[in-house]
């Protein structure tokens, strides 16, 4: 015997989900559930909460891990310049949303603890360029390479597919974020 979306073997008229959640109704909004929202995006709208909470405690002790007087804020900045290289302050802003007087605020605190080096853009002599300094480098990458470390002994019991698979989709929700 099939059984449809409401478990009991008969038909209701309109197919569903998994989660019971008619696909036509708007928003993924499920009438049956608490609020009215897929079951689904309650139980991502947990899991997101409780990682984003982690990755903000995280990113505190590796800001400290790199520099005890580092803002936690400003570790963002430095793995963006180990991963790209030198960029004007303007693309840092934009990348991490803030705006330019915030930047300038957290770039010259990385200045003055010796993790940056500012230069003039030679494409536009009123611009800057920013790069991590040899200091930097070392003590970002140092921290960088602890915490794989750690999500290797963390996830070790994964299968690589699956840490693959997981990457992919936060790739995949991060650029849909971004939009």
């Given amino acids: 015997m099939h059984e449809d979306g409401n478990g009991d073997g008969r038909g ?6 998994p989660s ?3 696909p036509a109704s708007p928003g993924g ?5 608490p609020g009215g929202v897929d079951p689904e995006f309650l139980s991502l709208e947990r899991e997101l909460t409780v990682l984003l909470r982690r990755a903000r405690a995280n990113q505190g002790e590796m800001a400290r891990e790199v520099h005890p007087d580092l803002e936690s804020a400003a570790y963002g900045l430095l793995v963006r ?14 990348y991490i949303g803030v705006g330019k007087a915030t930047m300038s605020r957290q770039l010259r605190a990385l200045e003055q ?11 536009d002599g009123r611009a800057w360029l920013v790069d991590l300094t040899e200091e930097g480098r070392t003590r970002v990458g140092r921290v960088r390479e602890a915490r794989r470390a750690r999500y290797v002994s963390q996830l070790a019991h994964w299968d690589r597919g ?3 698979e997981l990457a ?12």
């Fill in 162 to 164: 699956e840490v693959s």
């Fill in 20 to 22: 019971g959640v008619d």
């Fill in 81 to 94: 310049l180990e991963e790209l290289g030198r960029q004007r302050a303007t693309e840092l802003a934009a």
């Fill in 12 to 17: 209701s008229g309109s197919p569903k989900s």
């Fill in 29 to 33: 909004v499920d009438p049956a559930s």
């Fill in 113 to 123: 603890l010796g993790l940056i080096a500012r230069e003039p853009d030679p494409a």
């Fill in 168 to 179: 992919r989709l936060l790739h995949e929700l991060n650029q849909g974020m971004a939009k």
